[in-house]
């Protein structure tokens, strides 16, 4: 065995330290250290791991570049997040909440890989072989090529894939894993470091692209240590709002493609199916009646995004207004207020604020900033924004409305889902160069902006 020595590990930096101290000596951050044993064997030397030929330095030049490195996995959303399909030998981790459909998308995901001819190995820590069947009996998954595992052993794990040599292995999940070299419970910050660095090492050398579940802790970051997203070459995020069947997919982290990009899924007895239309979708339940709620023109990645922001104000009775955000950055929001009241004459001050977006997708453009302005006016003022009317434009501190990226893709998209009119910046509208369907009412004062949509 091995010789182990005990050391304490930040769960937040992964920075080590000999001895345990309240502030991790790396990052700053209070309580973080944990203790972990680690094993001073390098990794080729430790069991279940093949033996891979030494490296040696290759010219760039002479690098023969690989044709086919992307293989698609048969979702269109999902090769988008990933940047246009799977590459070969890459590590990605996928974290999300307990129930979100982690296993139910691999498992769809690995029906598409597994039809490109090689093999795909789906381990599972959590369930057994016939509780996996049973998931993907539901999915009419039933393809020949998947091959299931139960097994939580990394040398175990290790040799299986080394032996069938797969083009896939899915594990599910990354902290039910453990090696036998290190003393730590599996999902200790040491075992699951170890054990995805291994995963990954072995799938670079190997030529098998790697897909680690992991999960996520009560603040929603991927458990375990920081490091692990470094250890990785992609990291997805599957979200969703609990009670919604919307669920939306996005790259954190990627070395192969953008991270702007979102794949949009919905949640069926039969199992995750694509959300080709996400505008619709997202406004499918509008009613258009109310107060204080509008349809402001998204962009994801490079796809635009129509989704409906609604405002909710009413009377405070505390010493304290309140001002609750889903969906929105809260500080934006706050400044909406700050502006409304110094530069529109909307008076918040003794005013509870509580900003949604509906769907559960999450905003974080300045370009969603005319529209939470607008929605709050108009619930304050209790008016209705005229059906059809949609609504961008950034806010400066002056109360200006300012100029936002990609104007013509977000008048495309209103007018493809029937928008009768758009308020957007004049400075936007003046550097149009095509002609849009549209009645556009370019504004460049939030004032202006409320006076259309809100009320005097
Ligand atoms: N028979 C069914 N009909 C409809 N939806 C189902 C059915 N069975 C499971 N689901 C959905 O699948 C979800 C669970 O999916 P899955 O097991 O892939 O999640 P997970 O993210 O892997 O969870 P965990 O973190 O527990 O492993 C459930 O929350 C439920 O919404
Ligand atoms: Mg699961």
Redesign the pocket.
């Known amino acids: 065995m091995a010789k182990v020595k005990v050391e304490f590990a930040c769960t937040a930096c992964g920075t080590s330290s000999p001895k345990w101290v309240g502030k991790c000596p790396g990052c700053g951050e209070w309580n973080t250290l944990v203790e972990e044993v680690s094993s001073s064997s390098s990794p080729r030397q430790r069991s279940g791991m093949p033996d891979f030929p030494a490296s040696r330095p290759v010219r760039l030049t002479e690098v023969a570049e690989t044709a086919a490195l992307r293989t698609s996995c048969g979702i269109a959303e999902f090769d988008r997040v990933m940047g246009g399909g799977v590459v070969a030998a890459s590590a990605t981790l996928l974290g999300?909440d307990?129930?979100?459909?982690?296993?139910?998308v691999l498992l769809q995901a690995a029906r598409g890989l597994a039809r490109h001819g090689k093999a795909v190995l789906y381990v599972s820590g959590?369930e057994s072989e016939a509780q996996v069947k049973l998931?993907a009996s539901?999915l009419g998954v039933t393809d020949a090529g998947i091959y299931l595992m139960s097994e939580t052993s990394i040398e175990r794990i290790l040799s299986a894939t080394a032996e069938l040599s797969p083009g896939t292995l899915i594990v599910d999940s990354i902290q039910t894993v453990f090696s036998s070299d290190l003393p730590g419970a599996p999902g200790s910050v040491g075992q699951v470091r170890e054990c995805a660095a291994r995963l990954a090492f072995f799938g670079k050398k190997a030529g098998v692209s790697v897909f680690l579940v992991g999960?996520v802790t009560k603040e929603g970051a991927i458990a375990g240590p920081r490091v692990l997203e470094h250890i990785v070459d992609t990291v997805l995020y599957f979200e969703g709002e609990k009670g919604h069947p919307y669920r939306i997919l996005k790259a954190v982290k990627n070395r192969f493609g953008s991270t702007n990009e979102i794949g949009v899924f919905e949640?069926?007895?039969e199992g995750l199916t694509e959300v080709a239309d996400p505008s619709g979708m997202f406004l499918s339940e509008r009613s258009g009646e109310t107060s204080g709620t509008l349809v402001f023109p998204a962009i994801e990645g490079t796809r635009p995004l129509l989704v409906e922001v609604q405002a909710l104000v009413s009377q405070s009775f505390l010493a304290m207004p309140r001002r609750t955000t889903l969906g929105v950055d809260y500080n934006r929001v706050i400044l909406m207020c700050a502006i409304l009241e110094r530069k529109a004459g909307v008076s918040l001050y003794n005013q509870d604020v509580f900003v949604n977006v509906a769907g559960g997708i999450r905003i974080d453009e300045p370009a969603a900033d005319l529209a939470l302005a607008c929605a709050v006016a108009g619930s304050f003022r209790d008016r209705v924004v005229p059906p059809g009317t949609a609504v961008f434009g950034e806010v400066g501190l002056g109360g200006e409305v300012r100029a936002v990226p990609m104007a013509e893709m977000r008048l495309n998209e209103a007018a493809k889902m029937g928008f009768a009119r758009v308020v957007l910046p004049s400075s936007n509208a003046e550097r149009l160069s095509a002609k849009f369907p549209l009645e556009l009412l370019a504004v460049s004062h939030v004032k202006e902006a409320l006076s259309r949509v809100a009320g005097k």
């Open positions: 999300g307990p129930g979100i459909g982690k296993s139910t959590e998931r539901r999960h949640m069926r007895a």
